[in-house]
């Protein structure tokens, strides 16, 4: 062997046995107290689990919101207002029909006698007490047909009723002044009215001179 090569022999093996100190010095190397945040490497499986759960930690971090970045926040939600109540507008008003005047019949006396007035028959008179016509021209000596004329005294009996319907027309109702009407006539045109009952009703004289398309109520 030639003796260049010595020098270069015992180089190489003094070599060999530094990398065999390093590797039995870093295999007993005391292990990493727990309060270390990251283990010295112990050996290369060692280095690569440090690396992964370094990777693992970094990005952990980075995932997580950094204390200056603001979380989302939900817009505050607005309570619904109640619209004000609308003012309600009054039902108008509606003209209603008023009520017939109601009138209170009076009980009145039957007369003794009585004279046909302008327009009268002793017919009319007989309805208008509910006596028998023919009897009370009987009591007053006169015929059972003819003409009466005005001023005629009959007399009334004090019994007795109308033999049929005493109503001419259908009361109570208004009626329309004719011309030549008088309460007395018109009164013998319903049959069982008194005329001092119309008067009455209308705040009338019994004599009252009525007036063409004057509006009466009969009661």
């Not at 990777?55 to 200056?68: E, F, H, K, R, V």
Request: glycine share 6%; proline share 13%; aromatic share 6%.
């Amino acid at each position: 062997m030639s003796k260049k090569f010595i020098p270069l022999i015992g180089l190489a093996l003094l070599m060999i046995l530094s990398l065999s100190a390093c590797v039995r010095s870093a295999s007993k190397a005391p292990q990493a107290s727990p309060t270390s945040e990251f283990p010295l490497p112990g050996s290369t499986e060692d280095v690569f689990g440090q690396l992964s759960a370094f990777a693992t930690q970094t990005a952990i971090a980075m995932s997580a919101p950094s204390a200056t970045q603001e979380l989302p926040t939900e817009p505050p939600t607005e309570e619904p207002t109640q619209a004000p109540p609308q003012p309600t507008e009054a039902p108008p008003q509606v003209n209603e029909p008023q009520p017939t005047p109601q009138f209170i019949l009076k009980q009145r006396p039957i007369p003794k006698t009585y004279t046909l007035r302008k327009g009268e028959h002793p017919y009319c008179i007989a309805r208008r007490f509910n006596v028998n016509p023919i009897t009370m021209l009987q009591l007053s000596g006169l015929a059972t047909s003819g003409t009466y004329p005005t001023g005629t005294v009959l007399t009334i009996p004090q019994s007795g009723s109308f033999p049929g319907d005493r109503s001419l027309k259908n009361h109570p109702t208004t009626y329309t002044v004719q011309s030549g009407d008088t309460l007395f006539t018109i009164a013998c045109q319903f049959g069982d009215v008194w005329p001092e009952d119309i008067a009455e009703a209308n705040g009338l004289k019994l004599n009252a001179n009525l007036k063409v398309g004057q509006e009466l109520y009969i009661p």
